[in-house]
């Protein structure tokens, strides 16, 4: 990732190097944008719901499965073979139901986080290129990139989120500043 990054700069300053017009480089928080829109309030309310609602359901399943788990321990002495058996493959085909059922679950969330993010990532997107072209810049990079640092220094007027906020029409909110954390050194041995 670093190499990809890296490899991305030198390409930005070569570009600069050789373009007859001069380069204006900016950067988005685009974490920070989707932080400020009222669509990324909707879309965790929606994923919370779904969450509840598959959870409730595992919930139920589980229930079931430990209740007649239970009520097999109790008889397993005085079962016949037969149903015994026949108890067993039931309970195995619970627990694997079950199994089934949340790895579907998960698999439900991340569609539905697709399809609720699309819009916003393409709305987005779009405004920050937008923005790009209105106010001159060559170039927006990314703040962060999977959680790393593509910009380790950016002076704050390149930085266009508020604006791309402003062009959405959602009034950026001030930010808040937390102390930074402070961190002792080990004593030397």
Known sequence: MRKLVLLVVLG???A?????APVKVGYADVDYIFA????????????KSLQTQLKNQSDTKVQEFQKKLADYQANINTMLEPVRVNTERELQQLQQNIEKFQQDAQTTIQNKQTQLMDPIYKKVG???????????????????????????YGDEK????????????VTPKPATTTAPATTTPAPKK
Do not use: R, Y
């Open 12 to 14: 930005m300053t070569a």
């Open 16 to 20: 600069v190097a050789h373009a007859q």
């Open 36 to 47: 400020q829109m009222p669509e990324s309030k909707q879309v965790d309310a929606e994923l």
């Open 126 to 152: 779009k405004n920050i290129e937008e923005t790009a072209k209105e106010n001159g810049f060559s170039f927006i990079l990314n703040q962060q990139i999977g959680g790393l640092d593509v910009i380790l």
């Open 158 to 169: 390149m930085d266009i989120s508020d604006l791309v906020l402003k062009k959405m029409g």
